[in-house]
């Protein structure tokens, strides 16, 4: 269906999560609305020597169940969830990919840090072992594009294939991109989202440096605590969330079973600082601002956010401000919850998931909570559904999403409706 302003609108027909609260949408869900986290000691490898030694790793993952075991030897473990993530959304969406429209399905999977466990592998044996014996796949392995390409290859779609990188917000980018695409009619559906796997000894490693990670090594459970007053810092996760994105006449035409609509995208930059917000938020009100404008709604329309809510000092209690700049007194009124609370922080995939955790509360009439608030901090003094997931009717979903390097970026997700 094409508006009277000469675009499409664009809806979402599937969604596939690997995540560390569950390995599929709807253990997902059901994680997030009963107040499950993800987060414990690190297994990944051995955390002894590290300041943080928990995170919130994808559980029982087991990537020869979605792809073939040669295949899984050349793909680093952010673009095996990437691919596992792109097959459950294709077929929750039921999409057929064939020779009849094949080129005009794109894949565009954001990235903020793609490879680092092969890179870090590969470096060990550099050094130990000398150049003649590093991977002939390094480089196909580690580069963040490599998502979005393995999946445009294991689902055989010949439209574009793009790779977003912005830090935290790579996932939202990659949404957002991804529907004003289709939106102005370049394409008929695009696979999309995010994937990250940085539980690695120089991943950690370099975030306790930047001195951003929780280092509640006595109670890792209760460490990821966004807008809570005693929170000290995010925790790292990994993961993959990915959205079959339609236009509606293609989704209408194939009779595409419709989750629901993006309305608005939006993003600025801070050009401020690599790593902290200006203390007004004032990037992240234009971002959110300019979603809504290009939405065509009025703030009070909102009815949910998902905040970027990471759990880290600056971050929760600038995004407050910012919700309050964008959506004035209204602030006050809006239900906010951080699902980081449970999946700890999944960088570039971050913005994916909240993405797709903004679908599912749209179709359940749940919104999930932020876990382990116990001490309120005057500082963010908004709704943040403390502990408990609460139901409503939620027609319109604001999701922020912000990173190092001063990006901001928000979507508006509403419930699909005919007219």
């Known amino acids: 269906m094409v508006t009277s302003n000469g675009t499409h609108r664009v809806v979402i027909t599937g969604v596939g999560i690997i995540s560390p609260v569950g390995l599929d949408a709807v253990s997902t869900w059901d994680s997030l609305i009963n107040g499950r986290g993800g987060v414990d000691n690190i297994t990944l490898f051995d955390a002894t020597n590290h300041a943080t030694k928990f995170a919130?790793?994808?559980?029982?993952?087991?990537?020869?169940?979605?792809i073939d075991r040669k295949l899984v030897r050349r793909m680093d473990r952010f673009t095996q969830f990437a691919v596992a993530a792109s097959q459950e959304a294709l077929r929750d969406s039921h999409l057929v990919i064939d020779d009849s429209n094949r080129n005009d399905i794109s894949v565009m999977v954001g990235s903020g840090i793609g490879g680092l466990g092969t890179l870090s592998e590969q470096l060990k044996i550099l050094n130990e072992k000398g150049p003649d014996r590093v991977s002939p796949f390094?480089?196909?392995m580690m580069i963040s594009d490599m998502a979005g390409a393995q999946i445009s290859i294991d689902i055989g779609a010949k439209g574009a294939n793009v790779c977003s990188t912005s830090a935290c917000s790579s996932g939202t980018d990659a949404i957002g991109n991804a529907y004003e695409i289709l939106k102005r009619g370049d394409g008929v559906a695009i696979i999309t989202g995010g994937a990250e796997a940085v539980v690695t000894p120089i991943g950690?490693?370099?975030?306790?440096?930047a001195r951003t990670l929780s280092t509640r090594n006595d109670d890792p459970k209760h460490a990821s605590r966004p807008f809570?007053?005693?929170r000290d810092g995010f925790v790292i996760g990994?993961?993959?969330?990915?959205?079959?994105?339609?236009?509606?006449?293609?989704?209408?035409?194939?009779?595409?079973?419709?989750?629901?609509?993006?309305?608005?995208?939006?993003?600025?930059?801070d050009a401020y600082h690599i790593t902290s917000p200006p203390e007004t938020g004032e990037g992240a009100v234009r971002a959110m601002k300019m979603a809504i404008s290009k939405a065509e709604i009025a703030p009070t329309e909102i009815d949910y956010i998902n905040a970027h809510g990471t759990s880290t000092e600056i971050n929760d209690k600038t995004e407050t401000k910012a919700i309050k700049g964008a959506l004035g007194d209204y602030a006050y009124k809006v239900p906010i919850s951080s699902t980081k609370s449970m999946t700890g922080h999944m960088i570039g995939a971050a913005g994916a998931i909240e993405a797709a955790i903004c679908v599912l509360t749209i179709q359940n009439?749940?919104?999930?909570?932020?876990?382990?608030?116990?001490?309120?901090d005057p500082?963010?003094?908004?709704d943040y559904v403390p502990n408990v997931a609460r139901k409503a009717d939620v027609k319109i979903a604001l999701s922020n999403t912000f990173g190092f390097g001063?990006?901001?970026?928000?979507?508006i997700i509403r419930k699909y409706s005919e007219a």
Do not use: Q
Not at 56 to 63: L, R, S, T
Not at 239 to 268: M, Q
């Open 56 to 66: 919130a790793e994808v559980k029982n993952f087991d990537p020869n169940k979605y």
């Open 138 to 140: 390094l480089i196909p």
């Open 204 to 209: 950690v490693a370099g975030f306790n440096a």
């Open 228 to 230: 809570d007053k005693t």
């Open 238 to 269: 990994e993961g993959a969330a990915i959205l079959v994105l339609e236009t509606l006449d293609f989704a209408k035409k194939r009779g595409a079973h419709i989750l629901a609509e993006i309305i608005g995208y939006g993003a600025s930059s």
């Open 365 to 376: 009439g749940v919104i999930p909570p932020t876990i382990n608030y116990t001490t309120p």
């Open 379 to 382: 500082e963010c003094d908004l």
């Open 406 to 411: 001063g990006h901001n970026s928000a979507l």
